[in-house]
């Protein structure tokens, strides 16, 4: 009955992050293959979960407070201007997000680049929208991104460019420099671009998060996803979303809820309490370790 499996899902085998961690939990080892942190969420985030499920906060359930907060954080980050009510869909984790925006911007034969190491999902949700990879690999040890390399990647058939940064597995943060390269790229050959900004408080050595979006020219063309896994440590909660100009967001909306219908309620209640983190929070979580402690617990290696 093997014959009966869509093409796509015969290309698909169990994934290696997944299998490393099951072998992990069998074994009681160290789990350094899946990305989340070896200390738990702060209390007061868990508190709030627990408060929201007591509440009856237990059905299907969009909290629009989640989006006017976001607003207000990429505002003050990264000085967007994004309309709460019509730019944000809310999904259950980065990777749904990651996956409805594919979904709502790629057709069959759609090239869509990625830089090369680059987190596993990414391929598999390109594949099951009938896009097509394109790997453009970076050099090491810094992972620099050669500009040669990523203009001969381009076609008249690239529709998207996926940039993770800060990246997942290598931790490095594209720097300014290679951020306008993108940028200037997307502009002139009309390319979208699909951030997966994750990590976006967790840098070292004085290096800081910039997102592709607020470049010149790129808000308008750029789908931002993210969540609370990382910065909340989290993962399990699977609350994330997606910041895009209104007709892709509203298209990622109908996507997720033909998929999902709704992330989890209680921890959407509990997001507005992460959210209204003070600034201290994300500074402590830096100094939770040292940068190869932090790295160990959060990157795939």
Request: proline fraction near 7%; include cysteine; charged fraction near 20%.
């Amino acid at each position: 009955m093997e014959e009966k499996l869509s093409s796509v899902a015969k290309t698909f085998t169990p994934s290696p992050i997944q299998e490393l961690s099951y072998l992990a939990q069998r074994c009681n080892a160290i789990n350094l293959a899946e990305g989340f942190p070896d200390f738990p969420a702060p209390p007061h985030i868990k508190n709030a979960a627990v408060s929201a499920i007591n509440s009856d906060f237990n059905q299907y359930r969009h909290v629009q407070e989640i989006c006017d907060h976001l607003a207000k954080i990429v505002k003050n980050m990264h000085g967007l201007d994004v309309n709460p009510l019509t730019d944000i869909a809310i999904c259950c984790g980065q990777t749904e997000a990651f996956a409805a925006a594919v979904f709502a911007i790629i057709d069959r034969g759609d090239e869509v680049v990625l830089f090369d190491p680059s987190y596993e999902t990414y391929e598999g949700c390109i594949a099951m929208a009938g896009g097509v990879p394109v790997f453009v690999a970076l050099d090491p040890p810094h992972w620099t991104l050669d500009p040669n390399k990523l203009m001969k990647s381009i076609t008249g058939r690239t529709k998207a460019i996926v940039l993770n940064s800060p990246q997942n597995p290598t931790g490095k943060v594209f720097t300014k420099d290679e951020l306008e390269i993108i940028a200037g790229i997307c502009r002139t050959r009309d390319c979208l671009a699909i951030t997966d900004e994750v990590y976006e408080h967790i840098t070292f050595d004085n290096e800081k998060h910039i997102s592709l979006a607020s470049f010149p020219g790129m808000q308008e063309r750029t789908i931002i996803t993210s969540s609370l896994s990382k910065t909340f440590s989290v993962t399990g909660w699977r609350v994330g979303w997606a910041i895009a100009p209104a007709f892709i967001a509203s298209a990622i909306r109908n996507i997720h809820v033909k998929i999902t219908d709704s992330a989890p309620a209680p921890f959407q209640e509990a997001a507005l309490t992460a959210l209204r983190s003070p600034p201290e929070y994300f500074e402590s979580l830096r100094r939770v370790g040292s940068k190869e402690q932090l790295f160990n617990s959060y990157l795939v290696l």
